[in-house]
């Protein structure tokens, strides 16, 4: 497994993570609502000051093939 299909894992274990934290959580619904919609307007940001780099269709296929 390449980098950056470790780093795209994580990330995405991370986010179900919060997601299912957020529903467990002890909020009402319109707390809750509140907490999802103020992360999602965050997205934008982070995915920003991540700065992943470009991959090529050559770069997915290399990786594939491994």
Do not use: C, N, W
């Amino acid at each position: 497994m390449t980098r950056t299909q470790s780093f795209i894992i994580g990330v995405a274990s991370f986010a179900a993570g919060v997601a299912i934290g957020l529903l467990f959580a002890p909020k009402s619904g319109k707390e809750l609502r509140k907490d999802i919609s103020d992360s999602a307007q965050k997205l934008p940001h982070l995915y920003e000051d991540l700065k992943l780099p470009k991959l090529s269709s050559s770069d997915v296929e290399r990786d594939l093939i491994k």
